[in-house]
T-cell receptor, first 113, second 112 residues
């Protein structure tokens, strides 16, 4: 079974803090993704990566950056957290580029005060 | 207008009922279609693909209507365990890359 893990289930941070969300997958997948999920808006793609050290912007990259130093690990960084970044953050991986079956981690519920 | 639209529900149905959800998409160049399921406080998981000819998996049937740009999911003989949010997913070519676009989901509550 594919396993995608995320570093924290719940996180509370203050406005202006730098926040790191970590994601690790154990299936040797090339492709990794970061989404945020908000009520009524569904999942929105923030950033994705098709290879180590490669990253591409998704639909809502503003205020975020990512890092992929190793194949299994994809980190999402909030450079200066703001209250409108309070959300559920979901990491996913897939075997094929553009593949439709994405395996999701359990999510991190981030609250920015 | 959202690229992928779903009725948020909730759909409250008794056990054994048949229930259907629709999902409309705005981009006629959309290529592939899927349904994901998300249980409360859990991550989304792939439920099934949607083919032009229709796709059936046990009590679940998915269909695509390209002319009207919508996909549907039919659940027969609903079980309590079917209670979840069902996400419609559309894949389209977007500036040279294949992009998955998720709908915001339809919540189903099956009642005893």
């Amino acid at each position: 079974d594919v396993k995608v893990t995320q570093s924290s289930r719940y996180l509370v941070k203050r406005t202006g803090e730098k926040v790191f969300l970590e994601c690790v997958q154990d299936m040797d997948h090339e492709n990794m993704f970061w989404y945020r999920q908000d009520p009524g808006l569904g999942l929105r793609l923030i950033y994705f990566s098709y290879d180590v050290k490669m990253k591409e912007k998704g639909d809502i990259p503003e205020g975020y950056s990512v890092s992929r130093e190793k194949k299994e690990r994809f980190s999402l960084i909030l450079e200066s957290a703001s209250t409108n970044q309070t959300s559920m953050y979901l990491c996913a991986s897939s075997l094929e580029r553009g593949g439709y079956e994405q395996f999701f981690g359990p999510g991190t519920r981030l609250t920015v005060l | 207008r959202k690229e992928v639209e779903q009725d948020p529900g909730p759909f409250n149905v008794p056990e054994g009922a048949t229930v259907a959800f629709n999902c409309t998409y705005s981009n006629s160049a959309s290529q592939s279609f899927f349904w994901y399921r998300q249980d409360c406080r859990k991550e989304p998981k792939l439920l099934m693909s949607v083919y032009s000819s229709g796709n059936e998996d046990g009590r679940f049937t998915a269909q695509l209507n390209r002319a009207s740009q919508y996909i549907s999911l039919l659940i027969r003989d609903s079980k309590l365990s079917d209670s979840a949010t069902y996400l419609c997913v559309v894949i389209q070519m977007d500036t040279g890359r294949r992009a998955l676009t998720f709908g915001s989901g339809t919540r189903l509550q099956v009642q005893p």
